[in-house]
């Protein structure tokens, strides 16, 4: 398993996340797309890079919604760092550290890596939504649900 660790961001460092963001840029993913955007993102949400050999490699947040279920709502890895396991290893350290909780997510239905992530580690599709993001791109919604 690869070493990886968290560290949380602070609104300050919206331009860093925004970098970081951009540099994963992908069709399949929705980005923020500007500083009130990125600031509103990371005062709402834990957002935290992803730490490999002391590099900043991606990015993975969540927010509290009002129900108590956790949403998922960012992970990234820079084109350079995928493929070796690093955002499942996230995924994987993220579950451990928030516990038994229920958690949500979207997902791209063409989205395969995220997907192969997620469903393996007990999610499950629960609706197909229609524009979620007011971009015209559907997205999948899966759910992790707590076994307490
Ligand atoms: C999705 C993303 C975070 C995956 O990062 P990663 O570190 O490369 O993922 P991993 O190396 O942990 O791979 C996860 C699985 O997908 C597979 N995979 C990785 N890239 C793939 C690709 N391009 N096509 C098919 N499968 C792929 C891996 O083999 C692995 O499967 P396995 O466990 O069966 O071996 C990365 O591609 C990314 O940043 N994409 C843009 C942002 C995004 O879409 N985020 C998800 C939002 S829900």
Redesign the pocket.
């Known amino acids: 398993m690869k070493e990886i660790s968290f560290k949380r961001v602070n609104v300050e460092d919206w331009r860093l996340i925004e970098k970081m963001e951009k540099g ?3 069709p ?2 929705q980005e923020c797309v500007d500083e009130a955007q990125y600031k509103k993102y990371i005062t709402e949400s834990k957002v935290f890079l992803i730490m490999f050999d002391g590099q900043a490699v ?1 990015t993975i947040s969540y927010k509290k919604m009002e129900d108590g279920t956790i949403l998922m709502n ?5 084109p350079d ?9 996230a995924m994987k350290k993220l579950l451990v550290d928030l516990g038994d909780k229920n958690i949500a ?4 239905p063409e ?4 997907l ?2 997620y469903l ?1 580690l007990g999610f499950v599709i629960t609706a197909w939504k229609d524009n979620v993001f007011g971009n015209g791109q559907p997205r999948l919604f899966l759910k992790r649900t707590s076994n307490l």
């Open positions: 994963a840029a992908s399949l993913f991606g960012g992970l990234t890895v820079l760092y995928r493929e070796q396991g690093i955002a499942k290893t997510l979207y997902v791209h989205n395969t890596p995220a192969l992530i393996r």
